[in-house]
């Protein structure tokens, strides 16, 4: 699932909607409400007497208090990233430009930093905007990274960027960690490790962060605090270090878990989390999950509750359904009762968007490719 979301964050680029999909086989909405059910968590595994909550609030005078997210991109040096209005031409197999054809057009695109733009130690997978927050325009996107390699160590990060549309982007990275509790000679001390998650989709909604994390011994949903962001001391480690001070391999800034919804011993084990984002559209808020694995794509369903809240009106899912003989979905939208598709690009397949709109009923539509995301 990684190469054409890697082009899409890589570029930002929007791509034209395709025809209605031909291949589903969805129940309809009522068919198969509630068979999947999470479990929420509200503390870490090793310290189930601490909660999350906590240990965030003994932390924050420690840390000098919260950093609003709007002030993450100005209390230090952001990073500079390039506005781009054109996308080489590539061939097939999408790896080597073509200098005898014209470049593809983009509406709206920026290319990451420095390293961030060829980095192989970080994979960006999700994107969400302070419109799916709280319906305002979107003026701040929110981007999901995972570590691989070197970097698989510390987990996962989000970006903070700064939209403009007609000028050059800037953002901030914010290491995502877990509040620990850990034991000293002199008792115990509140405290914060990387994170193991596998950070796919995410949405942000009021002022929570959710993460897909498709990791096989903990699959579901992570819950972060966007008004708990903390400015930590830049150097190497993570955590409180000997000389009194916090780190976080390197970043300025640390975002804390304050939740989770966990799949791994619940009715949901099996349903990879892969992706997740957010239906404003229907009587109630509802996140809609779904999943990258062979020739078909699982979805579900959860309410929300209101945005001071953020959290889900109930574990129990407020719909399922089976997209059969449906590969390579990268993501997945719901919108006044429409499914929409990112699949990927693979050497005999372009990628396309595709859409689909209920029912038991198989559609049969013509497929464009979306040359604008590539793989």
């Known amino acids: ?14 791509a034209p909607v395709a025809a209605a999909v031909g291949g589903l086989a969805l129940p309809t909405e009522a068919a198969a409400a ?50 781009v209005t054109q ?20 509406l709206h695109a920026f290319r990451w930093a420095g390293d961030d733009f060829v980095t192989k130690e970080w994979r960006p997978q999700g994107i969400t905007t302070n419109y799916d927050a709280n319906g305002s325009a979107p003026r701040t996107l929110l981007v999901s990274w995972y570590g691989r390699h070197g970097a698989s160590r510390q987990g996962a990060r989000i970006s903070i960027v700064k939209w403009d549309a007609a000028g050059d982007p800037t953002y901030q990275h914010v290491l995502l960690v877990e509040p620990n509790r850990v034991r000293t000679e002199g008792g115990e ?50 955590g409180r270090q000997p000389d009194g001070t916090y780190r976080a391999y390197g970043y300025d800034y640390v975002l804390p878990q304050c939740y989770a919804y966990d799949a791994s011993g619940s009715t ?11 239906d404003r559209t229907g009587r109630r808020p509802t996140l809609l999950v779904s999943e990258f694995t062979g020739d078909h794509c699982r979805l579900a369903r959860w309410e929300l509750s209101g945005e001071r809240s953020g959290y889900l009106h109930s574990v129990k899912s407020a719909w399922e359904g089976t997209a059969n003989g449906e590969d390579r979905v990268q993501g997945a939208v719901r919108a006044n009762g429409k499914y929409y598709f990112s699949a990927s690009r693979t050497s005999e397949n372009p990628g396309e968007l595709r859409s689909w709109s209920g029912g038991r009923a198989r559609e049969s539509a013509s497929r464009s490719s979306t040359s604008a995301v590539r793989t």
């Open 1 to 14: 699932m990684d190469t054409t979301r890697r082009t899409i964050l890589r570029g930002m680029a929007a």
């Open 34 to 83: 509630g068979r999947y059910r999470l479990k929420g968590r509200s503390a870490p595994r090793w310290a189930p007497g601490h909660s999350y909550r906590s240990v965030i609030n003994r932390l924050n005078p420690l840390l000098g208090g919260p950093v609003p997210v709007a002030e993450v991109l100005t209390r230090t040096p952001a990073l500079k990233a390039t506005r």
């Open 87 to 106: 996308w080489p031409a590539r061939d097939d197999d999408g790896t080597k430009p073509r200098p005898d054809s014209e470049p593809e057009k983009l």
């Open 189 to 238: 001390r509140d405290d914060f490790i990387g994170t193991d998650l596998h950070a796919g989709g995410i949405v942000w909604y009021g002022n929570k962060l959710y993460v897909a994390d498709s990791t096989e011994t903990r699959p579901g949903l992570r819950v972060f605090d966007l008004s708990r962001i903390f400015k930590v001391t830049r150097g190497p480690g993570v």
């Open 268 to 278: 949901a084990k099996g349903l990879t989390f892969s992706q997740v984002s957010l």
